[in-house]
């Protein structure tokens, strides 16, 4: 990619915001060892659930641990889950619906029915199932969550790929001999790239929220590992007398998505083709 | 007119394979059930037990039949419209089925309707009025609702409503006794459709304004307004119609969560729907209950998918099918 | 006019039909379960819920009041004979059942001996061993009928005497007779059905205080106040069970007056609640214990030092102190403080992370690198198995976790869910675990199948074998004598601290909320105790 998107996309404003607070997010999830003031494990039950002070900036939850350095430890696991499961969700959505989108026949038909599959066991249920029998580790957390999402970008990426593989600048490409390759990588996927692009950043939030929601239900990362899912359960009990437990992750939770979409709508807009000027 | 006898076979392919997916999909769950650790005599027996116990329950539930034995079973009832007892209480399931996808579709129906009705217009808006207030507005309400964590927002709901201002009940489906009362179920729905409604607002209101914002820049609207086209009619004949794919896209995707059920937002305000029924089937290892529930999700969303597909057709014209 | 009249009228009705349930709210009691009953039917049903609801509805023989005596209830009085072989039973006369019938001795015998039936489902049979042809009865192949015995175990001797014979004198056989696990069926009813799937289980008809009303699975259950309850018309008019799984909506439905009774509230709450207008708080001691346990034949489990020093090593005061806020009770075995079988003379082992670390040094432990002890290049890292749904264990394994992290022993978390967690508990397929024991209120059932050699395939899954364990329980077991069974139990108590098993922690108490103006509770010191004294609540409207 030239520089001159980035360039774009650091004159947007929403999208500069997004993208300071996604770095601001990687780093602290690289730097945590550095930068947590305590371990994420180091209880103290005569410091339990403390409010937020000068010694615990965010409080100590329901072990006498200290919050703040959880929510930066939890941002490890939170991430590590959402980049994988994403990571892996649109390399196999994007391959195996621009396939089906543009050669269309048997291979659209083997992989939309291999998609509606996945898509018609509920999620909840095949991922309740896969960590039962395998167990709730990052990597099996991950590879399930990217197992109900990857039909989704699949399915967006093929209604793509079928609008544009009519379009004017296919049937010239073809006449002048562009291999099937070529087209499909440098003309359908760049001009579907603005749909995959919202797809990846709606789905990193997607991936960090089911995490959290698996966390809710009982399974996900294991104690004392913090996720901010599993942090938001644990603080849940004492809502009414210590909210900043729960209050805590979940905000990190909504900034860090927020601050995906909005690094994902900052990106989509500067490589808007119209806006690259004649083509 | 070719169209018409093209789209009949694809039609046609689609229904045969639909069916052979039902299979295929029921022989997947059957397999990945029975997989997992276990069995229902655990929860049947509770604290009190014992593996010989165990062993005469597992008995007398068929479950010590060879496998694909007890699939032909299930499948062969399934095809007659039995779907078995549930092993914890003994109903039937077509039974506890019906009764909990009333809830499931009034919650989720209704928060489908609310974010449709408040996501089109608001992407509509936020497109075509793009850059000024009303674009930044909507689309910061639609990027917080698609950041919050679904369970958390129930939850502060819940603080917020029932807590703090005692305004609306915190769960279930109405007062006991009320259930024929139409004012109490509502104000119990209010929450949980707020809850679940936002989230998809937000997904849908993003997905209309980016690709309303796609279709409007195509050279079939700058030849239109050229030609002197209104501008309204611009927007919806031509741009909205070809926006609408992705958001038909999203619509069927969201499916799913209308029959599997939202399962969080169900947990969070105790609502006794289908979601929570399969989920709570899972950790007690009710194995008829899981397949019936997956199934009837499983047939509504492959036929879903088939809608959605054969609605592309009318929409998009230049999609055709070789 | 008369239109306007018409419906104004029509308006102020429903305004008013709107109002009535709050009419009636004094007089019905709202109760939230965090659980379904599997079944109503007292033979089959084991889990924790059905226990609850079933206790309202049937009754035993007898039951249970504050100490843990047992008194009369169905059985008027009764005589034990000299050897302690025979209990003769007068059940009280005029009793019916729900549907109007006379309740018998035959219900009493038909109960009983669809217990020891084997086709039938229940673990409650394993209670009833004492009786005469227990093994015939129960066998696996060939199990006789009681027509087929030279003495039958349960005989009918008038409509209104039952008498039991037992082939060894049995110390517990009058505690086993209680609630919730000894309710009485009626023969009328269930003769010749099939207990396990009879309709009965969801509509059911007991003697009990209450009246099955309706069951709408997994949201509620209803019952009505029996007029014709032998002890006289409960006070209450409706007991009403609002299924809620949810802890914490189920505190909120509390506070929005969508129950009246809650049990088992998050701890932490509870101070809070004490000081809020219109709820009261009540607590109550329970047999059910905590523990952290692992396999006894597993090495280095197997090294009676390491077992000693693990339990040195938890803080348990500080756990009860802290995380429990009190509401509970330091185990040191099998019996809570209120049993008759504890002995104040057995003490704990205290909180001394030093002597933890000397005695697995002693052990031949050293420390690694990372901090965790090693022995024969082995690192002393093993898993703590626990249940994921259950929130007070999975707290204390955490602390556990950390606990014995500070002494060098590295423990690592697999929460499963119930079903799995039980498969493998039984399969004996754990190293660690920290699970509970719901317990009887009478020590005899599961201390003898918890720590008898014989039990390896059933409780005693962590293999504990001790001869002389063995042989205080048998003793206990085959006396009727109490001064004897204290004196076995006492030494029982002493070798299993020795032996150290477990770490023992604590005897949670069982805490319930409920609105002011609820009089009548009695929080009996058994699990669900307090349910019993549900017959006798009334409202006072204050």
């Known amino acids: 990619m030239s520089a001159a998107p980035l360039a774009r996309v650091v004159r947007h404003r929403r999208g500069l915001i997004g993208g300071v607070a996604v770095a601001l997010m990687l780093l602290t999830g690289v730097l945590a060892p550095l930068i947590a003031p305590h371990g994420y494990s180091n209880q103290s039950l005569l410091q339990r659930l403390q409010p937020p002070s000068a010694a615990h900036w965010l409080g100590t939850d329901g072990f006498g641990r200290d919050v703040l350095s959880r929510v930066i430890w939890g941002s490890r696991v939170s991430l590590q889950i959402g980049f994988l499961a994403t990571a892996l969700a649109l390399v196999v959505g994007t391959a195996l619906g621009s396939a089906a989108g543009y050669f269309g026949g048997a291979a659209d038909t083997v992989i939309m029915r291999a998609a509606d599959a996945f898509m018609?066991?509920?999620?909840?249920?095949?991922?309740?199932?896969?960590?039962?029998?395998?167990?709730?580790?990052?990597?099996?957390?991950?590879?399930?969550?990217?197992?109900?999402?990857?039909?989704?970008?699949?399915?967006?990426?093929?209604?793509?790929?079928?609008?544009?593989?009519?379009?004017?600048?296919?049937?010239?490409?073809?006449?002048?001999?562009?291999?099937?390759?070529?087209?499909?990588?440098?003309?359908?996927?760049?001009?579907?790239?603005?749909?995959?692009?919202?797809?990846?950043?709606?789905?990193?939030?997607?991936?960090?929220?089911?995490?959290?929601?698996?966390?809710?239900?009982?399974?996900?990362?294991?104690?004392?590992?913090?996720?901010?899912?599993?942090?938001?359960?644990?603080?849940?009990?004492?809502?009414?007398?210590?909210?900043?437990?729960?209050?805590?992750?979940?905000?990190?939770?909504?900034?860090?998505?927020?601050?995906f979409n909005l690094f994902g709508d900052g990106l989509r807009d500067a490589l808007d083709p119209a806006l690259r000027g004649s083509s | 007119m070719d169209v018409d006898a093209g789209l009949r076979g694809y039609v046609l392919r689609r229904v045969g394979f639909a069916l052979l997916m039902l299979v295929a999909v029921s022989l997947i769950l059957f397999t990945l059930m029975r997989l997992a650790p276990g069995g229902p005599e655990a929860v049947l027996i509770g604290g009190e037990f014992s593996p010989a116990v165990a062993a005469q329950i597992r008995e007398r539930l068929g479950l010590d039949r060879p496998l694909p034995l007890q699939?032909?079973?299930?499948?062969?009832?399934?095809?007659?419209?039995?779907?078995?007892?549930?092993?914890?209480?003994?109903?039937?399931?077509?039974?506890?089925?019906?009764?909990?996808?009333?809830?499931?579709?009034?919650?989720?129906?209704?928060?489908?309707?609310?974010?449709?009705?408040?996501?089109?217009?608001?992407?509509?808006?936020?497109?075509?009025?793009?850059?000024?207030?009303?674009?930044?507005?909507?689309?910061?309400?639609?990027?917080?609702?698609?950041?919050?964590?679904?369970?958390?927002?129930?939850?502060?709901?819940?603080?917020?409503?029932?807590?703090?201002?005692?305004?609306?009940?915190?769960?279930?489906?109405?007062?006991?006794?009320?259930?024929?009362?139409?004012?109490?179920?509502?104000?119990?729905?209010?929450?949980?459709?707020?809850?679940?409604?936002?989230?998809?607002?937000?997904?849908?209101?993003?997905?209309?304004?980016?690709?309303?914002?796609?279709?409007?820049?195509?050279?079939?609207?700058?030849?239109?307004?050229?030609?002197?086209?209104?501008?309204?009619?611009?927007v919806w004949r031509h741009a909205l119609r070809n926006a609408l794919i992705p958001v038909v896209t999203v619509v069927g995707l969201a499916l799913p969560t209308l029959v599997g059920g939202a399962v969080l937002t169900e947990t969070v305000f105790a609502w006794p729907g289908i979601g929570r029924l399969a989920v709570g089937a899972v950790f007690e290892r009710d194995y008829p209950v899981i397949m019936g529930v997956n199934m009837i999700v499983a047939a509504v969303v492959i036929t879903a998918n088939l809608m959605t597909d054969v609605a592309y057709c009318f929409i998009d014209p230049r999609i055709s099918y070789r | 006019m008369i239109h306007t009249l018409v419906v104004t009228v029509l308006v102020v009705l429903s305004v008013l039909g709107a109002a009535a349930p709050g009419f009636a709210a004094g007089r019905d009691l709202v109760l939230g379960l965090s659980g379904d009953a599997t079944s109503l039917n007292p033979v089959i049903a084991t889990d924790s819920m059905s226990y609850i609801v079933e206790w309202p509805l049937f009754d035993s023989l007898l039951e249970l009041d504050a100490s843990l005596t047992v008194r009369p209830l169905l059985a008027e009085s009764w005589e034990v004979s000299k050897d302690g072989l025979s209990y003769t039973f007068k059940l009280k006369k005029g009793v019916k059942w729900h549907d109007g019938k006379p309740f018998t001795a035959r219900d009493v015998a038909f109960t009983f001996y669809s217990v020891l039936d084997p086709k039938v489902t229940t673990p409650h049979r394993?209670?009833?061993?004492?009786?005469?042809?227990?093994?015939?009865?129960?066998?696996?192949?060939?199990?006789?009928?009681?027509?087929?015995?030279?003495?039958?175990?349960?005989?009918?001797?008038?409509?209104?005497?039952?008498?039991?014979?037992?082939?060894?004198?049995?110390?517990?056989?009058?505690?086993?007779?209680?609630?919730?696990?000894?309710?009485?069926?009626?023969?009328?009813?269930?003769?010749?059905?099939?207990?396990?799937?009879?309709?009965?289980?969801?509509?059911?008809?007991?003697?009990?205080?209450?009246?099955?009303?309706?069951?709408?699975?997994?949201?509620?259950?209803?019952?009505?106040?029996?007029?014709?309850?032998?002890?006289?018309?409960?006070?209450?008019?409706?007991?009403?069970?609002?299924?809620?799984?949810?802890?914490?909506?189920?505190?909120?439905?509390?506070?929005?007056?969508?129950?009246?009774?809650?049990?088992?509230?998050?701890?932490?709450?509870?101070?809070?609640?004490?000081?809020?207008?219109?709820?009261?708080?009540?607590?109550?001691?329970?047999?059910?214990?905590?523990?952290?346990?692992?396999?006894?034949?597993?090495?280095?489990?197997?090294?009676?030092r390491v077992r000693r020093a693990l339990n040195h090593a938890v803080d348990t005061p500080s756990i009860v102190r802290e995380v429990l806020q009190g509401y509970a009770a330091i185990s040191t075995g099998q019996f809570p403080p209120a049993s008759w079988a504890f002995d104040p003379g057995v003490k704990p082992y205290a909180y001394d992370p030093n002597r933890a670390k000397a005695l697995l040094a002693e052990a031949g432990f050293k420390p690694g690198p990372d901090g965790v002890l090693v022995k024969d290049g082995k690192r002393f890292s093993f898993s703590i198995r626990h249940d994921q749904a259950n929130q007070s264990v999975k707290d204390t394994a955490v602390i556990v976790q950390e606990y014995f992290k500070r002494v060098g022993v590295e423990a690592t978390l697999e929460s499963l869910d119930w079903p799995t967690f039980v498969k493998k508990l039984f399969a004996s397929d754990f190293e660690g675990i920290v699970v509970g024991w719901t317990n009887h209120h009478d020590p005899d059932p599961f201390a003898y199948t918890i720590w008898h050699s014989s039990q390896w395939k059933g409780r005693n899954f962590a293999h504990y074998k001790n001869p002389r364990v063995d042989e205080l329980l048998e003793q206990a077991r085959r006396t009727a004598v109490v001064a004897e069974r204290k004196r076995a139990y006492a030494e029982f108590s002493r070798v299993l601290m020795e032996d150290a098993p477990y770490v023992f922690l604590y005897f949670q108490q069982q805490v319930y909320v409920t609105r002011q103006g609820y009089e009548g509770f009695v929080p009996i010191p058994t699990y669900a105790g307090l349910y019993q004294s549900l017959k006798a609540v009334r409202w006072t409207g204050k």
């Open chain 1, 120 to 259: 018609s066991i509920p999620a909840l249920f095949l991922i309740l199932v896969v960590v039962a029998l395998f167990g709730a580790s990052l990597l099996n957390t991950a590879l399930v969550i990217s197992l109900v999402t990857w039909a989704q970008v699949a399915r967006v990426v093929r209604a793509e790929c079928l609008s544009l593989r009519g379009r004017e600048f296919v049937d010239a490409a073809l006449a002048l001999g562009a291999g099937h390759a070529r087209i499909l990588g440098r003309h359908l996927l760049l001009n579907a790239l603005p749909v995959i692009i919202v797809q990846a950043t709606l789905l990193l939030g997607q991936t960090i929220l089911i995490e959290s929601a698996l966390s809710y239900l009982g399974l996900g990362a294991q104690p004392p590992l913090p996720s901010w899912g599993n942090m938001v359960v644990e603080g849940r009990q004492f809502l009414a007398s210590a909210w900043w437990i729960a209050a805590c992750p979940g905000l990190a939770i909504f900034l860090t998505v927020l601050g």
């Open chain 2, 71 to 234: 699939y032909l079973t299930w499948a062969a009832a399934a095809l007659r419209g039995d779907l078995g007892r549930s092993f914890k209480t003994g109903d039937p399931v077509a039974a506890l089925i019906l009764d909990r996808i009333g809830p499931t579709l009034q919650l989720t129906g209704g928060a489908l309707v609310l974010a449709l009705v408040a996501a089109i217009p608001l992407g509509v808006l936020a497109a075509v009025r793009r850059g000024t207030v009303w674009d930044t507005l909507g689309s910061a309400i639609a990027l917080f609702g698609v950041s919050f964590p679904s369970f958390w927002l129930g939850i502060m709901l819940i603080l917020l409503f029932s807590e703090v201002f005692r305004l609306l009940p915190p769960s279930g489906l109405s007062e006991y006794g009320r259930e024929a009362d139409p004012v109490s179920r509502l104000r119990h729905a209010i929450l949980p459709t707020l809850t679940l409604g936002s989230i998809q607002m937000a997904a849908f209101m993003r997905f209309t304004r980016s690709s309303l914002l796609e279709a409007l820049r195509q050279d079939y609207v700058r030849t239109a307004r050229a030609k002197g086209l209104a501008s309204g009619a611009v």
């Open chain 3, 126 to 304: 394993a209670y009833f061993d004492a009786l005469v042809g227990f093994p015939e009865l129960t066998a696996k192949d060939n199990p006789k009928r009681p027509e087929e015995l030279a003495v039958r175990p349960i005989e009918v001797v008038d409509d209104h005497t039952v008498r039991f014979r037992l082939r060894y004198p049995s110390g517990s056989f009058l505690a086993v007779l209680v609630n919730p696990r000894a309710g009485i069926v009626p023969e009328h009813l269930l003769k010749g059905v099939d207990l396990n799937t009879a309709e009965f289980n969801r509509k059911p008809v007991g003697t009990g205080p209450f009246k099955f009303v309706e069951w709408r699975r997994g949201e509620r259950l209803v019952m009505e106040a029996n007029e014709q309850y032998h002890g006289g018309r409960p006070a209450l008019n409706r007991l009403i069970f609002r299924i809620i799984p949810d802890a914490v909506v189920l505190l909120q439905e509390l506070k929005a007056g969508g129950v009246d009774f809650i049990e088992n509230p998050p701890l932490t709450e509870v101070a809070r609640l004490k000081q809020t207008a219109g709820l009261k708080v009540l607590v109550a001691d329970n047999t059910s214990y905590t523990y952290v346990g692992w396999r006894q034949d597993l090495a280095p489990f197997n090294d009676l």
